[in-house]
């Protein structure tokens, strides 16, 4: 939790927006999810409307890769917590559908790329590649403890990471990671039955059109740790 309020009273000020990406950065690398927060849409306590750095200042921080913005008093004592939570969440949206994930911390994803130490991390970081490749805008994970989940969004991908899991606390967890849409279901109860859940939910929720192609990637049914499946499917 990068809480700015706490960070400016230990440092100088003028360091906190460097300190801001650095931490981001970080717990990037590090597969940590990071939350921005304190006074985001200060003003919107007695306002309707928020200020236009304080805008800016929501955009830099999804610029930046975080996986979770936060508000606190804007929702806890102020006037307009209801319009507060919709600007952020427009916000956002507006910021996601310009976002290119490609132009993230290179630097660290080039690193990772080359740092790759077993078969697990080698089943996502193809992911992510054949994703990009193909300019896939899906990809799906089925996950028992969201690690795949995690790992994945680790390299930033364009494509949506749709996560299914048959676990509420799972589901939960996920909710926060950067670039995945968790959605909690049963799991199927074999590898032929797979294919039809996932394109079922996935036209359903309007995650993808009939006729696209997307990837996904699990393990053996009911085997934790055991990521080592990849397979591109198209929609109907």
Sequence with gaps: LIARGDLGVEMD???LPKLQKQIINH???????????????????????????????????????????????????????????????NISANIEADLDASNFN????????TSITNNYLA???????????????????????????????????NATIVAFTPHQKTCN????IWGVVP???????NINGLYSLVNKILIKKNLIQSGKFFL?????????NSTNMLQIYQSK
């Design 106 to 113: 290179r630097n660290i994803i080039d690193s990772l790329s």
């Design 27 to 89: 717990c990037i690398y590090h597969k940590k999810p990071s939350i921005v927060a304190t006074q985001m849409l200060e003003s919107m306590i007695k306002s309707d409307t928020p200020t236009r750095a304080e805008v800016n200042d929501v955009a830099n921080a999804i610029y930046d890769g975080v996986d979770a913005i936060m508000l606190s008093a804007e929702t806890a004592i102020g006037s307009y917590p209801v319009e507060a939570v919709e600007m952020m969440s």
């Design 216 to 224: 996904i990637t699990s393990g053996i049914l009911k085997i934790k």
């Design 13 to 15: 000020l003028s360091s």
């Design 123 to 157: 089943i996502c970081h193809a992911a992510y590649s054949i994703a990009k490749d193909l300019d896939l805008q899906i990809i799906v994970v089925l996950t028992d403890s969201g690690k795949t989940a995690i790992q994945l969004a680790q390299f930033r991908p």
């Design 183 to 189: 959605i909690h279901t049963k799991q199927p109860p």
């Design 173 to 176: 967890l996920l909710s926060i």
